[in-house]
């Protein structure tokens, strides 16, 4: 098993810039493919970034293309996800996930708590 904390979320205007952080503990922490999901209120829980284990591959949710970027440092067992230009729709409860690769899917078994993003216009 693997935990899971989140931080770096807070309240920022329209066009700024936020970086969440990841710190997993227990099991080895490159056992995962590693992830970012966000649910706004009244909405699905919607993947916006992950990160493979083996090759360090990333994908993105096409909105976020070209202003996030989803990183990881195996050696601090942290992942990150930098986001800039911030858009008011962008503002949700941010999730860490770590999940077991199996070819091309992932299957997402751990959940940090969450952490809030507000982007104000």
């Known amino acids: 098993q693997v935990q899971l904390v989140e931080s770096g979320g807070g309240l920022v205007q329209v066009g700024g810039s936020l970086r969440l952080s990841c710190v997993a503990s227990g099991r080895a922490f490159t056992t995962y493919a590693m992830g970012w999901f966000r649910q706004a209120p009244g909405k699905e829980r919607e993947v916006v970034a992950a990160?493979?284990?083996?090759?360090?591959?990333?994908n993105y949710k096409d909105s976020v293309k070209g202003r996030f970027t989803i990183s990881r440092d195996n050696a601090k067992d942290t992942m990150y996800l930098s986001m800039n230009s911030l858009k008011p729709e962008d503002s949700a409860v941010y999730y860490c996930?770590?999940?077991?690769?199996?070819?091309?899917?992932?299957?997402?078994?751990?959940w940090g708590q969450g952490t809030q993003v507000t982007v104000s216009s």
């Open positions: 990160i493979r284990r083996t090759n360090g591959s990333t």
């Open positions: 996930a770590a999940g077991l690769e199996f070819g091309t899917t992932v299957s997402w078994g751990y």
